[in-house]
């Protein structure tokens, strides 16, 4: 294959780079301003784990079916048009950290097509970008679970709903209250909602960055002792 040929071949993937890139962060941009905005003009919505004695039927073929093969729920979906002012900031928040994810990535992928086309080093942005890029999808991964929690435990408390008390509801009845259970928030319970697979995605992601970086000033060394 000719040197032109592969010159071609490179400036056409840059260019495509280019243009996907372009159009993730141009639809990131856009789509956050729906996104955001929809948690403070829509119904306030979150998910909370419900205590109760009731155990629901649901029938199966038109029968009831017996135990041990009845249908039981461990949660609640609330919805509510009240201000919640913290609870839908929260929840806008998380939703921004993972927006910010997309905008880094299509961002730098934007940066190194650019900075290549023209001929120019790019391995310092290459490794600082990574780097970034990995901190976010860490810190998304492990922060944004905790506000939707949080935001949950707050609305419900606002709304006024009967809150699990574990030293009092000690015995739960079919005919007896339901309550809401707060979220746990010992280290177990906190690590537990954390996204494992999102989050060791963003730790491979900004080893690499530091693997670049350190293998770029090792071939600098190497380069200077020739």
Do not use: C, K
Not at 47 to 70: C, F, S
Not at 94 to 117: D, K, N
Not at 118 to 136: E, I, K, P, Q, Y
Request: hydrophobic letters at 55%; glycine letters at 10%.
């Amino acid at each position: 294959m000719s040197r032109t040929a592969v010159r071609a071949g490179r400036s056409t993937a840059l260019i495509a780079a280019l243009v996907v890139g372009a159009a993730l962060l141009a639809a990131a941009i856009i789509g956050a301003i729906p996104t955001v905005s929809g948690y403070f003009l829509d119904y306030w919505n979150g998910r909370a784990d419900l205590m109760t004695g009731h155990v629901p039927q649901i029938p199966v073929h038109g029968e009831v079916p017996a135990e041990p093969d009845d249908a039981n729920y461990s949660g609640v979906l609330i919805s509510s048009t009240e201000a919640l002012t913290g609870p839908r900031m929260l929840q806008a928040i998380a939703a921004v950290l993972g927006i910010l994810v997309v905008i880094t990535g299509s961002l730098l992928a934007v940066l190194l097509a650019v900075r290549m086309l023209r001929g120019h080093s790019f391995t310092r942005l290459f490794s600082w970008g990574l780097g970034a890029l990995g901190a976010l999808v860490m810190i998304a991964a492990a922060v944004a679970p905790q506000l939707n929690a949080l935001a949950v435990d707050i609305a419900v408390q606002e709304l006024g709903y009967r809150i699990y008390d574990p030293a009092v509801d000690v015995t739960m009845t079919a005919d007896g209250v339901e309550s809401v259970i707060l979220s746990l928030w010992d280290l177990e319970w906190i690590l537990d909602r954390v996204d494992l697979t999102g989050f060791l995605l963003g730790v491979i992601i900004a080893l690499l960055g530091l693997l670049v970086a350190d293998g770029t000033r090792l071939q600098r060394d190497t380069e200077g002792l020739v």
